[in-house]
């Protein structure tokens, strides 16, 4: 490995979050969505059904069960059980497109932090292009120095071939599980007629801020790491450190990017 490959190396090190891909839903994918969306929705809405029967019954137990029933507060039941019922019908029809929209504030997020430059005019440790081509000039001599940083450099361009690709699978399964709950939202709706299941439509609301978030959250664990890569302080001709320091870096960017779930999930909520 040369000088020139070196120095790259370093660079995609420092700008690695600016390459990363955001996936935007195409829309062949967001049309085969809508489609199963639709075709479970009728499912759903049979659901919401037996849901507000259960409801209605529920309320006609206790009415039953009350000596002396007191008409505003039967009647303030009822109503609230309607609006209910009327809640469940406007998400089940439109839940959906809020999903997306959802969906497009994080995408929108996620652009805007990939956007923030951090430190381009410093390289870690002062080092500057001359003093790597001078370091390899030096190495050139020293064909057991040379065996061990070109030995230790393949290690940090494997390391992050190793994290881009790891960073790249947990932004395709996150957008699978977009879909998949896209797919499914009607149901989890229907629970908030029933004031003993309707914990389970808002926690289906907190995953999916939660799986959207966590994008968020990913790109701002690559910044960060974009920040302690530039402050890496070395000497000036201590190449060797600097890729161990780009090694262990990397190894923390990998375990922050697998925790980035429960993060998103502590900061919506979802837990």
């Known amino acids: 490995m040369d000088a020139n490959a070196f120095w790259d190396l370093i660079q995609e090190c420092l700008n690695l979050g600016n390459t990363l891909h955001i996936q935007a839903l195409s829309p062949e994918i967001q049309t085969g969505v809508h489609l199963i969306f639709t075709a479970l929705k009728p499912a759903a ?129 996150r957008s699978i599980e977009i879909y998949l709950l896209a797919a499914l939202c009607a149901f989890p709706m229907v629970t908030f007629v029933s004031e003993e299941h309707s914990q389970v439509g808002k926690s289906f609301i907190k995953h999916f801020a939660a799986v959207c978030l966590r994008g968020v959250v990913m790109m701002v664990i690559v910044k960060i790491y974009n920040v302690l890569v530039y402050t890496i302080e070395l000497d000036s001709t201590d190449l060797l450190g600097l890729g161990i320091s780009l090694i262990q870096g990397l190894a923390v960017l990998c375990v922050s990017l697998a925790i980035s779930n429960r993060l998103a999930k502590v900061l919506t909520g979802a837990m």
Not at 85 to 109: C, H, K, P, Q, T
């Open 45 to 173: 809405s049979m659901l919401l059904s037996l849901f507000a029967m259960i409801e209605l019954y529920r309320i006609y137990t206790k009415t039953e069960l009350v000596s002396t029933p007191q008409p505003l507060g039967m009647l303030y039941i009822v109503a609230w059980t309607l609006f209910k019922i009327s809640i469940a019908v406007f998400l089940i029809r439109y839940m959906e497109d809020i999903l997306w929209a959802i969906n497009d504030l994080s995408n929108s997020i996620m652009t805007t932090v990939q956007g923030v430059q951090i430190g381009t005019s410093r390289i870690p440790g002062g080092i500057t292009k001359e003093q790597v081509d001078e370091f390899f000039r030096e190495a050139d001599g020293n064909i057991i120095s040379n065996v061990l940083f070109t030995f230790e450099l393949l290690i940090v361009r494997l390391a992050l071939k190793i994290v881009v690709l790891f960073i790249n699978i947990f932004l395709w399964s």
